[in-house]
């Protein structure tokens, strides 16, 4: 996937993903945020968490006699074993309104140079911009020069194909700003390096298998040998490559040797681990994880024989799974739950193993909350925009001196309400409260600017 420009984004980025990983463009690394499977799937050794590292960018002030660092993310982990649910989503919550006088504005910040895509022949390459003047900006934790104008620079080292960097400014507030740019580095002669990485190193899926990806020479064939399983792909026009390689009959639980080569002569050597083991025999047992829930869906996890396939079935939702490596997660999503409503549900394997749950919806309460939109206005009529949250089906109303409104708290409990305020003086603040028909109620200023 490829990673979008983002001026103002929050999100943490590693600044350079060397050329290695980026040649394919962030398809084959995964990020911090893009986990194989839900939090309490991570309990089983069939997954483990994908992690970033960062190297450190130059030190501009030694730039003369030290070479600028790359930073390259990239871990061995364990393959997955195939999950059949997406994480649930969580509901979103309305923020509170900063206290009046605190800046909460990012800081402005943009990169001049280079340009977005470029492609360049040196490796050693100089990233500059403005920024607002007193920020400080980093690249991978480490600050960049930045002059008293808020002109900033710093030196990182490429890698050949694509390469992406996030450069971060952050005010004596605390507020914070990126800024990303995608440039390419192409050699002198314009060829492109092997590079070979792994993906997942162990695997508990059958048959085992694991990802290999990397750059060459393009049109190239790049082969994976071992023991117990091959494969072959074609290096693109774009210099990218990736495979996957099952091994059908690797031993359990013993390490071996996959060789990655092209046929320029380049290798490289990995090892192998399958935790696959088809002639092992395991208890079934089962585990609930919540009985009752505040959203519309439940886990199970437990052991069984490799193989067997796990089926959780209700009048409301069913799932099946298939127990890997003799371990199983199954989640179950149900539609149409009253809040209150307990229901059945059946657990049977293909082995003959059955069980019997009860699952209770209780849906968390949704609480009185209000944010105030602007506090201040110049339009003819004033007017501001109030919103939040309160019980499903409450009235909402605002009361003041020169303007009133009402609406009704939506069946998820979201409510939004315009309140105009005629013949306000100008400059003069004035209180506005929100409240519900709950009890509940909340006190703003809101001042009518003069033109």
């Known amino acids: 996937m490829f990673r979008r420009l983002g001026i103002f984004a929050t999100t943490f980025v590693v600044v350079i993903a060397g050329g290695i990983a980026l040649a394919q463009m962030g398809e084959y690394l995964p990020s911090a945020d893009d986990n194989f499977a839900d939090a309490e799937a991570a309990e089983f050794d069939t997954l483990l968490s994908l992690e970033e590292q960062e190297a450190p960018a130059v030190d501009e002030t030694a730039e003369k006699s030290k070479t600028p660092t790359t930073i390259k993310a990239q871990e061995e982990v364990e393959a997955p074993a195939p999950k059949d649910e997406k994480p649930a989503e969580e509901k979103p919550v309305a923020a509170e309104t900063p206290e009046k006088g605190v800046d909460t504005n990012p800081p402005d910040l943009i990169i001049t140079s280079p340009e977005y895509g470029a492609t360049v022949s040196t490796r050693e390459l100089r990233f500059e911009g403005k920024v607002e003047p007193g920020a400080i900006v980093k690249a991978a934790g480490f600050r960049a020069d ?212 009860d699952f209770r919806y209780e849906p968390t309460p949704i609480g009185f909350s209000v944010i105030q939109k602007y506090g201040s206005c110049s339009e003819n009529p004033p007017y501001d925009v109030f919103k939040g949250t309160a019980t499903p089906g409450a009235t909402i109303w605002a009361e003041s001196p020169f303007g009133g409104a009402s609406t009704m708290a939506g069946d998820l409990g979201y409510w939004d309400l315009q309140v105009f305020f005629e013949g306000a003086t100008p400059n003069q603040p004035f209180n506005v409260t929100i409240s519900d028909s709950e009890g509940h109620s909340k006190v703003f200023t809101f001042t009518v600017l003069a033109k």
């Open 146 to 357: 930045v002059n008293a104008d808020g002109y900033w620079s710093i030196v990182l080292l490429l890698e050949p194909g694509g390469n992406l960097a996030t450069i971060k400014a952050f005010d004596e507030a605390g507020n914070m700003s990126e800024a990303t740019v995608k440039v390419f580095y192409s050699s002198a002669e314009g060829e492109h390096a092997f590079t070979a990485n792994q993906s997942y190193k162990v695997s508990a899926a059958n048959p085992p298998y694991d990802v290999f990806y990397g750059t060459g020479r393009p049109g190239t064939t790049v082969k994976a040998t071992s023991d117990f399983g091959s494969a072959s792909t074609t290096v693109t026009e774009k210099g990218k490559w990736e495979m996957k390689v099952k091994f059908p009959s690797a031993p359990y639980y013993q390490w071996f040797a996959v060789k990655i080569a092209d046929t320029d002569g380049h290798s490289k050597t990995f090892e192998f681990k399958s935790k696959y083991n088809p002639d092992a025999q395991y208890d079934f047992t089962i585990t609930q994880k919540y009985g009752v829930n505040s959203d519309q869906w439940e886990k199970f996890t437990g052991t069984a024989t490799p193989g067997t396939v796990i089926g959780a079935y209700s009048d409301y939702g069913s799932a099946e799974t298939v127990a890997e490596g003799g371990e199983f997660y199954l989640k179950v999503h149900f539609a149409g739950l009253m809040p209150g409503q307990t229901i059945g549900i059946v657990v049977e394997t293909t082995e003959g193993d059955r069980r019997t749950f």
